[in-house]
C-alpha cells in the first residue's frame, strides 16, 4: 500500500535514540526487539516501574478525557486499532490488519480474535462503532468529538443535524469495522491510535454513568489493568493477563505517584524514589537544567508542539485584532528560550511547527517598535485613553511561572501597559480556558496526528472544543473546509498554508515555542516509549536490576 503522506515526526526512544517513520502495511507487524529479558533469578522479584504524574487523570474515560496525564493512564489500561512499536512504527494493535481505498475515503480493519476486555470478554468491532457513536452524541459533551469528523455523517449527528444511524462506521461482523470517510483522509490510520476512536466496554459504561472514575470499575483492553486508584496520590497498574500480547509486556507493576510540585518530584527522582524525571512525567525545574545539561545527562524529547499566550477574542481589548498583535510582536522569544526554557528549542513564528512542513520562516517577526504603533491604533479604534489591567493566567509549574513572568516584564517595558499573573491550580485552570474565563491565558498544543489540519481544524468553528480564543473567521473556515475535498497533497498544502496565514494575521493566539521536553531517567529503565506525537507507553518498558 502507498504511503498516502509523508510521517515526519520519529519515535523518541530513551536508551539511545532509533527513529523510524510509519509505513502502512497490510498485515501484523511484529514489535522491535525489546530489551534482553531479566534472568530467572530477577524473575523471582515483581518488576516494578516508579513513575509520577503531576495531578489527579480527571478521566479514565477515552472519550471525554483532554489531559496528557489522563491519556498517559488510558495507553495503559485501553489500546486502539493502532499503535506504535520499538521500531518508531505504527503498526497493528488491536486490529491485526486493515484495507484502505485508492482514494483514502474507506478503511476496513480486522481486530484480532484473541483481543479481550480485561474482564475475559471479547473485542469486537461492535465494540468500536459503540463508542464511536457515543463519543459523537451531544449528550456524551466529548472535546475532541471534532476528531471523528474525517467520518462520514459525524459532524452532523455531533451537531445536532443528522442521525446516529448515518454516521459512516459499521461492523461488518464480529471482527471487522468499516469505516467511510467524508473526504479523502490518508493519515485516517494514524488517527486511530487516538483514544476518541479506542473501543468502550458497552455494557461497562451503561451500566455506571461513574465507571470511568474508580479502578474497580475500569474495564479496559490494555496491556495494564488498574488495580488501585487513591485519589490525589497514587495509582497503580498490574499486567493484563487477558492482553493478546501480553507476552512482550515486561513490567508486573507500575506504581505512579501524583506528585504536582515539580521540585519535588525532581527531588525524588535524585533520591531514588521514583525511575523518572522530567518529561512525560513533569516537568523539570528550570533552574536543574543546565546542570543536568553540563553533566551529560539531560535528554530532550522532540515532539510536534507550539506553546502559545491566547487571547480572548470575545471582550475588549483583545476583541481588536491590532491590540494581538501588538502583544505578540512585543516577545521576546529568544530570551525566554534561552534564559528559561534552556532547551534549544526554536522560536515560533506559526502555530503549525515547521517540521509538518507548511512555512519554515514563520508569519512574523518580533517589532517594538511596530507593536507600540498596533497598540496605539488599537486603543484608539476601541475610544481608549488608557490601557486597562489584564490579567494573564497560566497552570502551575515553576516553568510556566517563569514565562508568565517574562511575557510581563516584557509587555511593560515594550508596550507600557500592566498584566497582572494568575497562577491557576491545574483544574481551575482547564475550566478556565474551557470557558473562556480569561483575558490572556497559556495555551500548549501537542499534535495528535502528524498533519497541519490537526492545528487549524481547531479553530474552524467558534464552539469548536479546542476553540479557546473563542474565534471565527469565514474564509478560514472556507479554506479548513477546501482542504477536506482536496486529493491533491499539494494543492492541499497551498490551501493549509493560506489559512494559516489568516490564523496569524488574525492572531487570535501569540504562539511563543515550539515544543522540546527534557527528562531524565534511571539508566536501569529500558525500552520505555516517547510516543511520536509526545506522551507515556508503558507497554515494552522493563527495569533491569542487574
Not at 56 to 75: H, K, L, R, T
Not at 231 to 252: A, E, G, R
Not at 346 to 367: I, N
Request: glycine share 6%.
Amino acid at each position: 500500500m502507498k504511503k498516502g503522506i509523508a510521517l515526519a515526526t520519529c519515535l523518541t526512544l530513551l536508551f539511545g535514540v532509533i527513529t523510524g517513520c510509519s509505513n502502512s502495511t497490510t498485515t501484523s507487524q511484529p514489535a522491535g526487539q525489546p530489551s534482553a529479558t531479566p534472568t530467572e533469578a530477577t524473575k523471582a522479584e515483581p518488576m516494578v516501574l516508579r513513575w509520577s504524574i503531576n495531578s489527579e487523570p480527571p478521566s479514565m474515560d477515552p472519550g471525554i478525557a483532554v489531559d496528557a496525564d489522563s491519556f498517559d493512564m488510558i495507553y495503559a489500561a485501553f489500546e486502539g486499532l493502532t499503535s506504535y512499536d520499538l521500531n518508531g512504527q505504527l503498526t497493528n494493535a488491536t486490529a491485526e490488519s486493515f484495507t484502505n481505498t485508492p482514494d483514502y475515503m474507506n478503511y476496513t480493519f480486522k481486530i484480532r480474535k484473541d483481543a479481550k476486555w480485561s474482564n475475559g470478554d471479547p473485542v469486537t468491532a461492535h465494540d468500536f462503532v459503540y463508542a464511536i457513536k457515543r463519543n459523537l452524541d451531544p449528550k456524551t459533551a466529548s472535546e475532541y468529538a471534532y476528531q471523528l469528523y474525517y467520518i462520514k455523517g459525524g459532524e452532523e449527528y455531533n451537531t445536532g443535524k443528522g442521525k446516529a444511524e448515518d454516521v459512516g462506521v459499521k461492523a461488518l461482523d464480529d471482527y471487522t469495522v468499516e469505516f467511510n470517510l467524508k473526504s479523502p483522509t490518508p493519515f485516517f490510520r494514524e488517527l486511530t491510535f487516538f483514544p476518541t476512536l479506542f473501543p468502550l466496554h458497552q455494557k461497562t459504561v451503561e451500566g455506571n454513568p461513574h465507571w470511568a472514575a474508580e479502578a474497580k470499575t475500569i474495564v479496559g483492553n490494555g496491556p495494564f489493568i488498574m488495580d488501585t486508584w487513591e485519589h490525589k496520590s497514587k495509582i497503580v497498574f498490574t499486567k493484563n493477563p487477558n492482553y493478546w500480547d501480553k507476552d512482550n509486556v515486561k513490567l508486573d507493576r507500575l506504581e505512579i505517584s501524583m506528585i504536582e510540585d515539580n521540585n519535588t518530584a525532581f527531588s525524588m527522582f535524585e533520591n531514588g524514589d521514583i525511575d523518572w524525571g522530567g518529561y512525560p512525567a513533569s516537568t523539570l525545574p528550570p533552574d536543574a537544567i543546565q546542570s543536568l545539561k553540563d553533566a551529560g545527562k539531560l535528554m530532550v524529547a522532540d515532539n510536534p508542539g507550539t506553546q502559545s499566550v491566547v487571547f480572548n477574542t470575545n471582550q475588549p481589548p483583545f476583541n481588536n485584532k491590532k491590540i494581538r498583535q501588538a502583544f505578540s510582536y512585543a516577545i521576546n522569544r529568544q530570551e525566554i528560550i534561552d534564559n528559561i526554557l534552556q532547551t534549544g528549542v526554536p522560536a515560533a513564528y506559526g502555530w503549525v511547527p515547521t517540521s509538518m512542513g507548511l512555512k519554515a520562516d514563520g508569519y512574523f517577526k518580533e517589532d517594538a517598535e511596530k507593536a507600540k504603533q498596533l497598540l496605539a491604533e488599537g486603543m484608539k479604534e476601541l475610544g481608549l485613553t488608557a490601557f486597562p489591567t489584564v490579567t494573564y493566567t497560566y497552570d502551575t509549574t515553576d516553568t510556566n511561572k517563569k514565562v508568565a513572568e517574562a511575557l510581563q516584564d516584557q509587555w511593560k517595558k515594550v508596550l507600557g501597559v500592566d498584566v497582572k499573573l494568575y497562577n491557576a491550580e491545574l483544574k481551575v485552570y482547564r475550566d478556565m480556558r474551557s470557558q473562556a474565563n480569561f483575558d490572556l491565558i497559556r495555551f500548549q498544543w501537542g499534535a495528535d496526528f502528524n498533519d497541519p489540519i490537526n492545528f487549524l481544524e481547531m479553530f474552524r468553528d467558534k464552539t469548536g472544543g479546542n476553540n479557546h480564543p473563542d474565534w471565527e473567521n469565514a474564509k478560514f473556515k472556507e479554506l479548513i473546509d477546501k482542504s477536506y475535498n482536496e486529493p491533491d497533497l499539494e494543492k492541499r498544502k497551498q490551501i493549509l498554508l493560506e489559512a494559516e496565514t489568516i490564523l496569524m494575521d488574525e492572531m487570535p493566539l501569540a504562539p511563543i515555542n515550539f515544543r522540546g521536553s527534557p527528562y531524565v531517567k534511571n539508566d536501569k529503565v529500558k525500552d520505555f516509549i516517547i510516543f511520536p506525537l509526545g506522551g507515556a507507553y508503558f507497554k515494552y518498558t522493563s527495569v533491569v536490576t542487574q
